[in-house]
């Protein structure tokens, strides 16, 4: 049973109003795209990918060659990018095509 002191929302989906809280889950669910490699390999946070191709990094000045190990990527919302960092270069954001699960 839903707490009297909490917020309700309405939901779109259901034509329903529905505690805050439970509103905030069910979008989280949603938001979670599955990010797939270049070879189809379910990718997952804290997971080690491998480059396929070399990859200028704007900004930095600097070529990430094809092979280079990054370990312990981020997934972000979007099921195309992964969030990285390599060697100095914070804020790294690589499309999921250009990588392999190591």
């Known amino acids: 049973m839903a707490d009297p002191d909490d917020d309700y929302v309405f939901d779109d989906a259901t034509g329903e109003?529905?505690?805050a809280a439970e509103a905030t889950a069910r979008q989280a669910a949603t938001q979670t795209a599955e990010v797939r490699d270049a070879v189809g390999?379910?990718?997952?946070?804290?997971?080690?990918?491998?480059?396929?191709?070399?990859?200028k990094v704007k900004?930095?000045?600097?070529?990430?060659r094809r092979g280079?190990?990054?370990?312990s990527i981020r997934?972000?919302?979007?099921?195309?990018?992964?969030d990285c960092r390599h060697e100095g270069i914070k804020g790294l954001?690589?499309?999921?095509?250009?990588?392999?699960?190591?």
């Open 17 to 19: 109003w529905i505690p």
């Open 41 to 55: 390999n379910l990718l997952a946070n804290g997971d080690s990918v491998v480059l396929t191709k070399d990859l």
């Open 59 to 64: 900004g930095a000045n600097q070529t990430l």
């Open 68 to 71: 280079t190990v990054i370990r």
């Open 75 to 82: 997934l972000t919302g979007d099921a195309q990018e992964i």
């Open 93 to 102: 954001v690589l499309r999921a095509e250009f990588v392999r699960k190591r």
